[in-house]
């Protein structure tokens, strides 16, 4: 259990290290593309980067698939809990939890599976103003979708915050307090 708690820090770590690095450089993109175009608007030489919105556009596709999993840790996505608990008894409703998991993990392993096979697919296609392929960009979908699965193992395997991270940002989210 040691071993898996380490690999869940480590996993965790390298999302978020990720995920600010993205969000980083997404702005630095955009902060530079809006001083080029309005605030030295008139030097010839230097203008906006024509690739910035490509660039900043996939990046955007990283931080949302990357930032789900996150969600997902934190108890912080909008579930119909409230709902079954309050209109069905604690048996059932724990029954259609544990349902609605294992429905979520199978499709989110066949995410994995055909995000693999498109970027696999897309490996030959390039950007239209840089020659970055874009398969750099639909490895997104399996990869975020994997901590996606690997998250949603943990919990049906374990409960919730299974080691214990999303447990207190997961009680602030709720209580409104940020």
């Not at 605030?39 to 990283?62: K, S």
């Not at 931080?63 to 079954?84: D, M, P, W, Y």
Request: net charge positive; aromatic share 10%.
């Amino acid at each position: 259990m040691k071993a898996l708690k380490k690999i869940d820090t480590a996993l965790y770590k390298i999302r978020v290290v990720g995920l600010v690095a993205l969000l980083a450089a997404c702005i630095l993109m955009c902060l530079t593309n809006i001083i080029l175009r309005y605030v030295v608007r008139g030097v010839p030489t230097l203008r906006p980067f024509p690739w910035v919105n490509e660039l900043m556009q996939m990046g955007a596709i990283w931080i949302g698939f990357l930032a789900a999993g996150l969600g997902v840790k934190q108890n912080a996505h909008v579930s119909l809990e409230s709902l079954t608990q309050k209109y069905l008894p604690a048996k059932a409703s724990k029954i259609l939890r544990r349902i609605a998991q294992i429905v979520v993990i199978a499709a989110l392993a066949v995410l994995v599976v055909f995000g693999v096979k498109v970027t696999i697919s897309q490996s030959h296609s390039f950007l239209q103003n840089l020659h970055i392929s874009n398969a750099w960009f639909y490895s997104a979908i399996p990869v975020g979708c994997f901590f996606l699965l690997y998250d949603y193992l943990m919990i049906l395997l374990f409960g919730d915050s299974p080691f214990g991270e999303g447990e207190k940002a997961g009680n602030d989210c709720a209580s409104g307090a940020f």
